[in-house]
T-cell receptor
């Protein structure tokens, strides 16, 4: 069966420090992969999606970047975090046309 | 562009009350529609889905019908429980865009 792993679960980072969040999917091939951010009291904002290795589409210009070095690995990064980067980050995957997306358990990032 | 609009919360109900959370969408083409639920500190879980007009998705006593004429996918439950307290997200996915579009979420609180 397919599973998605996202880590770490919580992270506290100082302003200006780098960031690396990792997401891996098991049990499927060539999934579409997504990074979402959920700010406190707000909805889900699509940050990046990828339809294949090395293919990244950015939805919101900001100081975050994403990479997909392997088929089932999706990494969210930043060189210098801002206070406004605090939030709950969710990775998701899907395959097929009309199927649902499956979400990881999320990473709560607090920038101090 | 595509969008999803859902009623703002929070919604506070007594146990066994009837629940409706409104959701409307705009999309080019014919999207698949989804309701996700998020319990505190967790990722999103699929609650139900519908992939074409007049389809009814149902799960755990929740129902939603894909209404093309009103571009709506309202979530209903006849008798809510305290354990239904969570944030509910409506979402659309249009084949070819690769993107899930989420509403802002509606927080439901059920009181015993």
């Amino acid at each position: 069966s397919q599973t998605i792993h996202q880590w770490p679960a919580t992270l506290v980072q100082p302003v200006g420090s780098p960031l690396s969040l990792e997401c891996t999917v098991e049990g499927t091939s060539n999934p579409n992969l997504y990074w979402y951010r959920q700010a406190a009291g707000r909805g889900l904002q699509l940050l990046f999606y990828s339809v294949g290795i090395g293919q990244i589409s950015s939805e919101v210009p900001q100081n975050l970047s994403a990479s997909r070095p392997q088929d089932r690995q999706f990494i969210l990064s930043s060189k210098k975090l801002l206070l406004s980067d605090s939030g709950f980050y969710l990775c998701a995957w899907k395959i097929g046309k009309n199927t649902e997306a499956f979400f990881g358990q999320g990473t709560r990032l607090t920038v101090v | 562009g595509n969008s999803v609009t859902q009623m703002e919360g929070p919604v506070t109900l007594s146990e066994e009350a009837f629940l409706t959370i409104n959701c409307t969408y705009t999309a080019t083409g014919y999207p698949s529609l989804f309701w996700y639920v998020q319990y505190p500190g967790e990722g999103l879980q699929l609650l139900l889905k519908a992939t074409k007009a007049d389809d009814k998705g149902s799960n755990k006593g929740f129902e939603a019908t894909y209404r093309k004429e009103t571009t709506s996918f309202h979530l209903e439950k006849g008798s809510v429980q305290v354990s239904d307290s969570a944030v509910y997200f409506c979402a659309s996915f249009t084949s070819g865009t690769y993107k899930y579009i989420f509403g802002t979420g509606t927080r439901l609180k059920v009181l015993a």
